[in-house]
């Protein structure tokens, strides 16, 4: 038996209204005048709470605060190395999702395979795509230990995640956010991996909704919605007759899961509309476009050049934890494409200023 991807839900009004709910926020959140200022507080807030939320619902002990230390590289927590490993891993899968989103790239498994690697590596981007589970495993509540699901047997996993990637492929005549939920929920049902799963589903969901046109300019996390109430969360997704695969969880009726996916994006557009209009940045100029054309390093070192007009490539890696090599390569990558100009021509110390083009950022 294979999972059903025309799977069984009905498009309810409470569906319908969050669905016309979205659109209606997401033309204003658009619209709104945005400088390079707002956009950066706004989106690293919403990556940040991302990270911290996904991990915190895998059972990922670090407060808020802590969370942003690690990411600077400015703390550590002695008794939670895992701990920080975890957001470490999704953070740099987060980063990964952004890259693959504004370049339009079309889902692969190698890239949900990646995906996965990243999410249970230590915050390095250079990993090997992991291999699917080449046994059972069962998911049990914490504190019962009593088996909550059985996941397809390993032998069936490839041929559900090809069937699975095939169907976001061709799914595009479906409204983005139903898209998207349906292939959160049957990501989880397959359960193609011993560990993390959630997360790698999490960040496929967020990929899909990136590509498809719902990133809002990188500001909001459905992972907070989901966090605030992981009860409802795991209720709504945890659906069948059986906690056996083979008996009933593939045909379930997921209508329940779709209202309340739909119902947290609505949620978590809202907050975002909210929040940059108390951003106070109507009457600015809308930069976005120029900006989109930013990678996330790129975006995050806009910071340096509204604090200094000119930086060295010491400071950008100190920014990001690199080693001088390593910095200096980026910056020459970076001059090369027209995104600085050297200041300084000299190897000892030389300095960058944005070129002319991004200098309009700064306004």
């Known amino acids: 038996m294979l999972i059903k991807f025309d799977p069984t839900y009905t498009i309810t009004s409470k569906i319908m209204n969050c669905l016309i ?5 997401k033309e204003r959140i658009l619209h709104l005048p945005v400088t390079p200022t ?12 991302t990270t911290h939320y996904s991990t915190m619902i895998e059972g990922n002990r670090l407060e808020p605060n802590q969370v942003e230390k690690i990411l600077k590289h400015e703390g550590h927590f002695p008794g939670r190395e895992r701990d ?4 470490k891993g999704y953070y740099a899968a987060l980063t990964q999702v952004e890259k693959w989103a504004a370049t339009g790239a079309i889902i692969t ?18 990993v090997k795509p992991t291999e699917y589970r080449d046994g059972q495993n069962v998911i049990r509540d914490a504190r019962t230990k009593t088996i909550v699901y059985m996941p397809p047997e390993a032998k069936n996993v490839k041929n559900l995640m090809v069937e699975m990637i095939r169907w976001i492929q061709t799914s595009t005549d479906l409204p983005c956010p139903v898209a998207a939920a349906i292939v959160h929920y049957q990501f989880a049902t397959i359960h193609p991996y011993y ?11 967020t990929l899909i909704l990136h590509l498809r046109g719902y990133d809002l300019k990188g500001l909001y996390s459905l992972e907070e919605y989901y966090a605030r109430n992981l009860g409802a969360y795991y209720e709504a997704i945890s659906i069948g007759t059986s906690h056996n695969y083979y008996m009933g969880r593939a045909e ?21 509309l909210k929040r940059m209009e108390k951003a106070d940045a109507q009457g600015s100029p809308d930069k976005s476009i120029l900006i989109k054309k930013l990678d996330p ?16 490539s010491r400071q950008i890696g100190e920014l990001f934890g690199y080693k001088p090599r390593t910095s200096a390569a980026l910056c020459a990558n970076w001059v090369k494409s027209g995104f600085i100009d050297i200041v300084d021509p000299s190897n000892k110390g030389r300095k960058y200023k944005l070129s002319e083009e991004y200098q309009e950022l700064l306004k």
């Open 297 to 312: 390093r790129q975006r995050k070192i806009l910071h340096l050049f509204q604090e200094f007009e000119t930086v060295t």
């Open 21 to 25: 709910h979205i659109e209606a926020t």
């Open 38 to 49: 707002v956009l950066s507080s706004l989106r690293e807030t919403a990556r940040l709470y």
């Open 84 to 87: 920080e490993q975890e957001v």
């Open 109 to 126: 498994e190698k890239m949900i395979q990646t995906l996965h690697a990243l999410v249970m590596a230590d915050g390095r981007t250079r």
């Open 195 to 205: 560990d993390g799963n959630g997360r790698t589903a999490r960040l496929l969901t």
């Open 252 to 272: 379930s009726d997921i209508t329940k899961w779709i209202e309340y996916f739909i119902e947290g994006m609505a949620s978590s557009f809202e907050n975002v």
